[in-house]
Structure formats: structure tokens, C-alpha cells
């Protein structure tokens, strides 16, 4: 059974950075595009970045480029996502998702993790 894990999320100052983790296990998620999507209290997920699997092209909302940065690290089977200057906005559960390539819809989510900037 696939799974999808996330971690690294937290309470942080505006201004300030954090990384997120999303582990993969029970199948091999290669040559699926990764991607992480928010939802913050009141309002519709909404799609943050993702990286194809295979070419590591990534692709930014236009509200976090230049500050975030997606990336794989192969040697762990996981996907992360640095958050530089985050702002109080950013506030909202972080949720990782896998969907393959040729496919429009994330097949795979995982649970998400909090993230909460404090002005």
C-alpha cells in the first residue's frame, strides 16, 4: 500500500524558514510527478509546486516563486520543499501528492502538516 508522509511542518516567525519532508514507501513512485498543494482554515487547497520525476523540471504558484523550492532526494526516496520568507499568508496544512505523469489527478495524498507564521 502506497503511502505518503509528511513532516518538517511548525510554528514559525514571518520572515523565517522551514523545510518539509515527504516520505514515500509501499511502491516506487518513479516517473511520478510530485507535487504539494495547501489549505488554509476557510479556503480551497490549492496547488503550491511540483516536480516532475523524471527531468526534475519544477513548477511554482506564482505567490511562493523565488521563496520556496521544491526538490528529491534520491537517496531517501522523499520529496521536500523549502520555505524561505514565509509570510503569515502561508499559514495552512501542507499536504504532499503523487500523480503520474500522463494523468491530471493526484492518485496519492498523504495527511499533511501544519504550518503556522506568526506576523
Known amino acids: 500500500q502506497a503511502h505518503l508522509i509528511e513532516s518538517g511542518g511548525g510554528l514559525v516567525q514571518a520572515g523565517g524558514s522551514l523545510r518539509l519532508s515527504c516520505a514515500t514507501s509501499g511502491r516506487d513512485f518513479s516517473g511520478y510527478t510530485m507535487g504539494w498543494f495547501r489549505q488554509a482554515p476557510g479556503k480551497e487547497r490549492e496547488f503550491v509546486a511540483d516536480l516532475t520525476w523524471s527531468d526534475d523540471v519544477p513548477t511554482y504558484t506564482d505567490s511562493v516563486k523565488g521563496r520556496f523550492s521544491i526538490s528529491r532526494d534520491y537517496t531517501q526516496d522523499m520529496v521536500l520543499l523549502q520555505m524561505n520568507s514565509l509570510k503569515p499568508k502561508d499559514t495552512a496544512v501542507y499536504y504532499c501528492a503523487a500523480r503520474w505523469p500522463t494523468e ?3 492518485r496519492y495524498w498523504g495527511q499533511g502538516t501544519q504550518v ?3 506576523s
Do not use: P
Request: charged letters at 15%; zero cysteines; a negative charge.
Open 116 to 118: 503556522t507564521v506568526s
Open 104 to 106: 491530471s489527478e493526484y
